[in-house]
């Protein structure tokens, strides 16, 4: 019998590059142990008053103890919306004139304010200006809703440092592709660079002189490492630094990595335009509400003291400064013709091998060897893999063969290094799968 047809996109959708080797991994028969570095899937506790409530959700003082969990107003509840503001206030921003709609996850947020500033679906108009490579759910979100992306590009270079474009060069690019919007990362994924006030500066300069919208991605703020650094954000930035930007600024937001509650799939967008936050609750009516558990965690944080945030933000740097350094030193150590970039922010840094990699070598196909059949033993006699993440999809519009690991994983950091290193050596130099034409791969860890 004739089956009913799906549509050309859903036909034509691959997986997520950041899911891609899990999907591989799991139909091996007999597997590894895993070591999972393909996505920023924080394992770590949440703040001690988020695992509070989250601990007593049936308790007596609990608004779920009878068993009820309702819709919430589609902007978000009055103290999740005030977690949002209190963190921002609590990292030195004035809030006032700012408003929130409460968002199931960031990937939501950058859905809703897609449509809000680009062109209309399926048109060349007005489209997101990224930096290359960015965030590959920026892509997938424009490409399901009809949205275009076009990205400026930045390049790695041997010392290990990001080369952001120059002013003139991102203007140009304004003039050529006519955005709606900047979108700026400033603790970048999936390069761990961090965008300075300065930088911002000179970028959101852009935005008021050709009146573009400036969307940040502030999922990492706070996640910095060198000491003394000032806190990034386009909340910093006011009319007299830059006249003419308030007004224009949105910023996303996410419970997911600073607070460590990737699955409460909670996010927000903040502005300081009431037209913006109007709409996009008008839009967001369509989704009913975020989700009312996930927002009622994530809103202890509204009474928390600003010293005691300080020293939440604290706690996760000291724990990522150390994984990160312990990381690059140790590659550099173990294969020291890898140019791996210097980690700045977030938790992610990246590894280019072109110094290393034959003719032929496929960043896509290595991800999905090390899915499918890397194993290497180790001292205590038990085979491990690695799960990269190709991070072709954060090159926007470009055939670039990269790989992503993330650097939240509880192994110790030379044992990542090690399996890199042997997995990268053996496919070299045994696996069939390098006899292509020549693509030099960027990874990223």
């Known amino acids: 019998m004739k089956q009913p047809e799906l549509s050309p996109y859903m036909m034509a959708r691959k997986p997520s590059g950041i899911r891609l080797g899990q999907i591989k991994f799991l139909e091996r028969k007999n597997p590894p142990i895993l070591v999972n570095g393909s996505i920023g899937n924080v394992m770590r506790p949440m703040h001690p008053a988020m695992q509070r409530r989250l601990f007593d959700l049936g308790g007596v ?23 949002f503001l209190h963190i921002l206030r609590s990292q030195g921003f004035d809030t006032t004139g700012l408003d929130v709609l409460v968002t199931d996850g960031a990937s939501m947020a950058m859905e809703i304010i897609m449509l809000g500033v680009c062109g209309g679906a399926g048109e060349e108009e007005r489209p997101l200006l990224m930096f290359n490579p ?26 290990g440092e990001f080369e952001l474009p120059s002013v003139e060069t991102v203007e140009q690019r304004i003039i050529d592709t006519k955005p709606g919007a900047l979108l700026i990362i400033p603790y970048d994924n999936p390069t761990g660079q961090l965008f300075s006030k300065e930088t911002l500066i000179e970028y959101t300069k852009l935005c008021v002189k050709h009146n573009l919208w400036i969307i940040s991605d502030e999922a990492y703020r706070e996640l910095a490492y060198e000491k003394g650094k000032e806190t990034s954000s386009i909340w910093a930035l006011t009319d007299k630094d830059v006249p003419g930007i308030e007004g224009r600024r949105i910023s996303l937001e996410t419970a997911s990595k600073v607070w460590n509650a ?18 996009s609750v008008a839009e967001y009516t369509a989704n009913l509400s975020a989700n009312t558990l996930g927002q009622y965690i994530f809103g202890a944080l509204a009474h928390e003291s600003h010293a005691e945030l300080h020293n939440w933000y604290e706690q996760q740097r000291d724990y990522y400064r150390k994984m990160i350094f312990e990381l690059y030193e140790g590659f550099k150590e173990v294969e020291p013709d890898f140019i791996v970039s210097r980690p700045e922010a977030s938790i992610y840094f990246v590894i280019d091998v072109r110094k290393v990699a034959k003719p032929g070598f496929d960043g896509v196909e290595f991800a999905s060897w090390c899915a499918e059949h890397g194993a290497v033993s180790l001292d205590d006699g038990k085979e491990y893999t690695l799960l990269m993440a190709p991070l072709n999809g954060f090159y926007s519009g470009k055939k670039v063969k990269i790989i992503q690991a993330e650097r939240n994983c509880a192994y110790p950091s030379v044992k990542i290094q090690t399996y890199c290193a042997w997995h990268l050596n053996y496919y070299l130099n045994y696996s069939e799968l390098t006899k292509h034409n020549d693509r030099r791969s960027i990874i990223l860890i």
């Open 134 to 159: 960015s965030y590959t759910n920026y892509d997938a979100v424009g490409l399901r809703i009809g949205r275009k992306t076009v990205t400026v590009d930045r390049e790695l270079n041997e010392n």
């Open 61 to 83: 003082n609990s608004p779920f103890h009878n068993g009820i969990v309702p819709y919430v107003p589609t902007t978000g509840t009055d103290e999740c919306r005030e977690a």
């Open 262 to 279: 990737c699955g409460l799939r909670i996010g927000a967008i903040i502005t300081d335009n009431k037209l913006c936050y109007e709409k």
